[in-house]
Structures are given as C-alpha cells and as structure tokens.
C-alpha cells in the first residue's frame, strides 16, 4: 500500500470501539450466568424436582427404550420422505395450474383452487381422522388400509395445499419484465414458464419451502394417532403401566435430533452464493448497528 | 412514406385503462404513424410518459393495440389470429433494466431463444452464442452470472442475446438510462457500430448526442403523438414547433 499509518484520530476511534467491544461481551457473560443460574435454582428448589427428573430424565429407561422408539423413528422419516417428494411435485404441478390462463385448464383451475381453500383451512387432526377411519369403512378392496399409509395420505392432502400455496407466491414474485424478456425473444408461453418463471419461481421461496418440509418431518408424529407404531405410538406404548413418561422425552429428542440439523443445513444452503437468482436480501438486513 | 417499409405503423392507439377510481384512463399512444425500411435507424426522443416505451413494446407485440396496425412485411401483426411467437422471433428487444435472466450464466441466456426458439443444436447454440459473446467484449464472462457483471456489461450481454438470432430489427428502449455515467459509452459506441454494419433499429433515447450521430430519422412523441420528425440535424438542429423546443431546451 501507499505507507498509510493511521492517523491519531483514527489510532482513539480503534480503542474506543476495542473498549466498547469488550464492554459488550463482559455484559453478555455477566447476563448470561446470572439467567442461567437463576434457572438452576428455580428448577432445582421447586417441588417435585425429584420426582419430575425421574418420571422424565431416567436414564435407565431411556436406554431400555431407545431401540424401540429409534425403530419407530424409522416409520416416520419414510413417511417424512414419501410426502415430501408427492408434496413437492404435486404442490409445484397445483401452482402452475392455479397461475396458468389456458383455457382448457379452467376446471383444473377451480379444483385446485377449492383443494386449497378447504385443505388449508381445515384441522390436519380431522383429515387424519377422515382419511384413517373413514377411508376404510368404504371398504374399497383396491385401498391400503395401513395406517403408515392412510396417515401418510392425510398429511399430504394437507401439506400439499400449503406447498402449492408456497409455489403460487413463488411464481407471481418474478417480475413481469423477465416475462416480457422471454417472450421477446419468441419464447412461447409454455417455455416461458418452465425455463424462466419456475426455476426463478423456485429460488425465491427456498426458505419457506424447507421450513415446510421441517414442519412436515415433525407431522409425520400425527400418523401415530391412527395407530401406526412410529416413534410416539412406541413411546406411548413403553410409557404404559408405570407412569414414566421419559420415552416421550426420548421421542422428542430424537424428533429434534433430525429437525434441528434440518434446519440449519437449509439456512446454509440457502445462504450459499452459489444458487443465482432468487431475490436478494443484504446479508444481515434489518438488523440495527 | 415509403411502400417497401420493413415495418409500418398505421393510426396506432393504446390506452391505458383506469382503475375505475382514482386513476383515470390515459392515452398513451394517439394515433402513431411510422415507418421503418431496412437498415434505417429510427430514433424516438420526448419527455418521460410521452408514449417512447410504449410505443417500442407494441411494436414487439408486448402490448395489445386498441386499434390500428402494426405491419410487419406488410403483415398485420397486430390481428390475433396472427402468430405472435413467430413475429416476436423474428424482433429483438433491449431493454433499459437489461431483463437477463438471473439464474443463467451469461452463455445461456445468449443461447436460450437459438436452441428453444431457432431451432438450434447445443454445439451450434454455443459456437453462435461465443462469437456473439465475443463481438460485444464479453467472451471472457461467459461462464459468469449477470450479477457478477458491472452494469455495462449486463447491457452489452443483453444487446449479444438480442442479436445473436440475426433479428430483421432490433428495439432499443432507453439501453443506457440505467447505467452509470461512466458506462454509458461502451454501449453506445457498440450501437454505432451495428448501425454501421447497417441493422436496422428503432431506438428510444435521451442520449441526443447519439441520436444525432446515428439516426437516419428522429420522431420527437409528445402526448401519445407524433409532433414532429425529419432528419436529426433538423428536428434536432432546427425545432419547428415549440414542444420540441422546450423539451431540447430543458436537456441542456
């Protein structure tokens, strides 16, 4: 550089923001111990402590029904997984439907978008009801009557309105003028639409699009009520008898142990410069100096 | 006005509807007559909202007329039951905000229309899309996406994507607005070597500097319509009328 030594302003501005610096993490540190130790004393001199540390935190039984939980587990990431393949093709499929002015998809149009309408707005809890008991009582000979697949049938019926609802967004926040750019060059209106307006469409709701899929991985837990044995029906079934309710606890920890990493590997990925196109915010936007 | 035009412009009329409450309807274009021959350079200057944009996005089929023509080898475009698709092909639009397609590196974007459009093979599209790359100063960022381009650059990638499928006319819409004072010139200079090479284009502008160098023709708009027109170093050089004269007057 040009030999630049800074000047005795800049040198008192420097130890300033350094002293600020270390002011803010001493009062960060001090509030930190002070919240956490308050927490302790509450948690650990409050009734019943005792008995809600081994009604919820044995170990020991956790151990004991880590294996059958775990297994359960396995029933929900496959239906997690299932569903969110159908919900993402079958939700992207609705939204080009719903933004689409061609004619002869007109009824397509008002199906999708009373689909919508109704399964957004009604219970998850009465769809799985409906699809679980009701399903079968039709006795329709061609329809699997497992509950894995009936529960998983109902969360996607619901979460594929969510989806499309997500996608429909995504398409009406391109620009008009990428329309017109695609369009001038002769691009025909389907063309336009698949290789401009979706891949575009796509980019711009990532983050709302993987929270869904977040959601849905923890939705997965409802088929349980229908009697599939997942990672809450066999928790519910250790915790049976003998009123400890840690196996929920496992339950939950396990829950967490997939949503979390989730999570924050779609906050990365989604963060990533590399995916060109979605709209851009400014990195840190909307926080105060 | 000559017969063998490559587009003519009869009596055409736009309007803008209202939002039945407070916006009122407005006339955008008022009864336009135009016309362009091949290898001809046809400059639209007037204020903002005199009808410039308008005007060029009708022409690209963009905008639906209220009546009128707009005649394309003697063809009216205009009539629905006309190809648009196939019309439009045969157009290229530039535009102020250059409109690149974000999520494309700046080769696709040059080859998208040559192999979903022109019918184009991948290798084809490619060698095409380089040359054209090349010819504008941007072979080097191929490989790169718009927003890794200085805005000049965007421009210019824009300008190769429009002429790499050898368009019979090229519409340019205020390319250089949006562009930084500094840039300005490399997009102009590359203007005046296309006219040079004899494309023919329509060009809406506010840089008059460059609408004297080039134009064969400049048409000053003003409400929607023409008010006057004729050779640059007239329209430009010596107003008429007093619209033209004030507005040349407020530039300065």
């Excluded at chain 1, 398409?171 to 017109?180: C, G, K, L, M, Y």
């Excluded at chain 1, 369009?183 to 290789?195: C, D, I, N, W």
């Excluded at chain 1, 980019?203 to 923890?218: D, E, F, G, H, I």
């Excluded at chain 2, 250059?98 to 019918?119: E, K, S």
Aim: hydrophobic share 50%.
């Amino acid at each position: 550089m040009s030999g630049w030594q800074p000047s005795a302003r800049a040198r008192e501005r420097d130890t300033f923001r350094r002293a600020q610096r270390r002011r803010a993490l001493a009062v960060a540190t001090v509030a930190t111990v002070v919240v956490v130790a308050a927490v302790a004393y509450v948690v650990a001199t409050a009734p019943g402590w005792e008995r809600a540390r081994t009604a919820f935190f044995s170990p020991e039984r956790a151990v004991e029904v880590l294996p059958q939980v775990a297994q359960g587990l396995w029933l929900n990431v496959r239906v997690w997984l299932v569903a969110s393949v159908v919900g993402l093709v079958v939700g992207l499929l609705l939204a080009v439907v719903r933004t689409s002015r061609l004619p002869a998809l007109f009824p397509l149009r008002v199906l999708t978008v009373a689909y919508v309408d109704v399964f957004r707005g009604v219970p998850v809890l009465l769809v799985l009801l409906l699809a679980g008991f009701g399903l079968p009582a039709l006795r329709l000979e061609w329809l699997p009557v497992s509950a894995a697949f009936l529960g998983g049938l109902a969360i996607v019926l619901t979460y594929t309105a969510y989806l499309a609802e997500i996608f429909r967004a995504g398409i009406e926040s391109v620009h008009p003028s990428q329309v017109a750019a695609a369009r001038s060059l002769g691009l025909s209106r389907g063309q336009t639409v698949r290789r401009v307006v979706l891949p575009q469409a796509v980019r711009n709701v990532t983050a709302p699009t993987a929270s869904m899929l977040v959601s849905l991985q923890k939705d997965s837990g409802l088929i349980s009520i229908l009697g599939a044995v997942d990672a809450i029906r066999a928790a519910q079934i250790a915790t049976t008898g003998d009123y400890n309710f840690t196996p929920y606890v496992v339950a939950g920890v396990l829950f967490l142990l997939l949503s979390i990493p989730l999570t924050r590997l779609v906050d990365a990925w989604s963060a990533r410069q590399g995916w060109r196109g979605r709209l851009r915010g400014v990195s840190g936007g909307g926080v105060i100096r | 006005m000559s017969a063998d035009a490559l587009l003519s412009l009869r009596g055409v009329r736009k309007t803008y509807p209202g939002d039945g409450r407070r916006a009122e309807p407005k006339v955008v274009l008022d009864g336009i007559d135009l016309d362009v021959t091949e290898h001809e350079c046809v400059v639209l200057v007037g204020s903002s909202g005199s009808g410039k944009s308008t005007l060029l996005r009708v022409i690209d089929l963009l905008e639906e007329i209220d009546d009128g023509q707009v005649l394309l080898d003697g063809v009216d475009v205009a009539d629905p039951w006309v190809d648009a698709d196939a019309a439009r092909a045969r157009m290229s639009m530039v535009f102020q905000q250059f409109n690149l397609f974000p999520h494309l590196r700046v080769l696709d974007n040059v080859t998208l229309a040559l192999r979903l459009v022109h019918g184009r093979g991948r290798a084809e599209a490619v060698t095409a899309g380089l040359a054209m790359l090349e010819k504008v100063g941007l072979a080097h960022k191929a490989r790169s996406f718009p927003d890794e381009l200085s805005g000049g650059e965007q421009q210019r990638a824009a300008i190769a994507r429009a002429l790499v499928s050898g368009p019979e006319l090229l519409l340019l819409d205020e390319v250089t607005s949006a562009l930084d004072p500094e840039l300005v010139g490399e997009v102009l200079d590359l203007l005046v070597a296309l006219r040079d090479e004899g494309t023919t284009m329509v060009v809406a502008t506010h840089e008059m500097g460059f609408a004297r160098d080039v134009a064969d023709e400049v048409v000053f708009l003003h409400d929607g319509q023409v008010h006057e027109r004729g050779a640059p170093a007239q329209v430009l050089g010596d107003p008429q009328r007093q619209r033209t004269r004030d507005f040349l007057r407020r530039l300065r």
